[in-house]
């Protein structure tokens, strides 16, 4: 991923301060570990789905835990990998469009359109167990 450290390190000069929470170094582990705006947007659907918060201190931390949360058939660990993928998603393209566009979204209105894509992207049976989840 072509975050700040990294285009730094190639000789860009660009900010090398996060665009989502503007206190910290942007690297991969901070922004997809480390960042307060990423680590409430997780905990906001983690609290969605009814499972407790984390808090990983890097990038390898997180990808662990992920694998693990995510491991398996049930539709738990399905609904977690769908979540996953469309957090990481998110959390970058928000990134970009506070870069390039200097447009953001708050947190409760990035984690409600997480939710209904979750939602609309579901099998039938992961969108029962969904729609019991209480936003």
């Known amino acids: 991923m072509l975050t700040a450290e990294r285009l730094n390190k190639w000789g860009m000069n660009v900010d090398p301060t996060c665009e989502l929470c503007r206190s910290y170094f942007e690297d991969r582990d901070h922004l997809f570990a480390k960042c307060s705006y990423g680590n409430q947007l997780w905990n906001r659907l983690l609290n969605w789905i009814g499972q407790p918060s984390i808090t990983p201190q890097s990038w390898t931390q997180h990808l662990e835990w992920s694998l693990t949360r995510g491991k398996g058939k049930s539709a738990q660990a399905r609904i977690f990998r769908m979540l996953n993928a469309e ?26 359109e997480i939710a209904y894509t979750c939602s609309a992207r579901a099998t039938h049976d992961v969108n029962r167990l969904i729609h019991n989840f209480q936003f």
């Open 87 to 112: 957090i990481v998603h998110a959390i970058w393209n928000e990134r970009s469009m506070r870069i390039f566009e200097k447009r953001s979204r708050e947190i409760e209105s990035l984690a409600r």
